[in-house]
């Protein structure tokens, strides 16, 4: 019986000491397996930053550098339909600005640009000024810098050009008048377009 019970405590002390084991070894796990997921978004937040600083390293190009890399993600693209329609979309939006067509702008604009051109058109209208007629002539226009960021595209396009405006006042009087004398400009503007969108119009994103 003495040998009986020793035996028998010695089955329960292995069994209690495999219990402990088991317990302390999934403590571990857990605490282990906290650790490592309090740890992981700030990897994932480190990855990220360092992935869309690679991406934009490589995509930030000019010029021709920068269209060969717009075209292996958009096919449709061509610089010279784009410069064609870009330099007419200048023309529109200056004729709209000083015509204060806030509509037109607001469809054409991003909306920075466009309260830029808003506090201009209100700053005229208080002063009582009207634009009546608006003269833009494009000497040149050319694609300074093309990039992707995010699957949204920029283009930088400078426009060298020659404008005149005939101002009056409310009273009907000629304030200035520009138009048989052009000035020279010029305009740094940057359209945007998100890759993915199946509207084919750009947008003045900046000047």
């Known amino acids: 019986m003495h ?7 010695a089955i329960l002390a292995g069994f209690l000491g495999i219990k402990l084991y088991r317990i302390l070894g999934i403590k571990n796990n857990i605490i282990n397996n906290k650790s490592y997921h309090e740890e ?3 990897n994932n937040q480190e990855e990220k930053i360092n992935e869309k600083n690679n991406i934009e390293k490589e995509v930030e190009n000019k010029n021709d550098t920068g269209a060969d890399n717009l ?3 958009d096919k449709a693209f061509n610089e010279k339909i784009f410069l064609k329609g870009a330099t007419k979309a200048f023309e ?3 004729q709209a600005k000083n015509a204060g067509d806030k509509k037109f702008l607001i469809s054409y604009l991003e909306d920075k640009v466009y309260r830029i051109f808003e506090k201009e058109i209100l700053e005229r209208e208080i002063k009582g000024e ?3 007629s608006t003269v833009i002539k494009i000497i040149e226009s050319n694609i ?4 992707t960021l995010d699957n949204i595209t920029y283009i930088k396009v400078k426009f060298l050009s020659e404008q005149g405006v005939n101002i009056t006042n409310s009273d009907g009087s000629t304030v200035n008048d520009t138009t048989n004398k052009l000035i020279k400009n010029e305009d ?3 359209f945007t377009r998100p890759l993915a969108s199946d509207n ?3 947008k003045l994103f900046s000047v």
């Open 188 to 190: 740094v503007w940057t």
């Open 40 to 42: 992981e978004p700030k």
């Open 3 to 9: 040998y009986f019970d020793i035996i028998l405590f």
């Open 130 to 132: 009207t634009i009546e």
């Open 92 to 94: 529109m939006i200056i």
């Open 144 to 147: 300074e810098e093309i990039k």
């Open 200 to 202: 084919p119009n750009w």
């Open 71 to 73: 075209k292996n993600v």
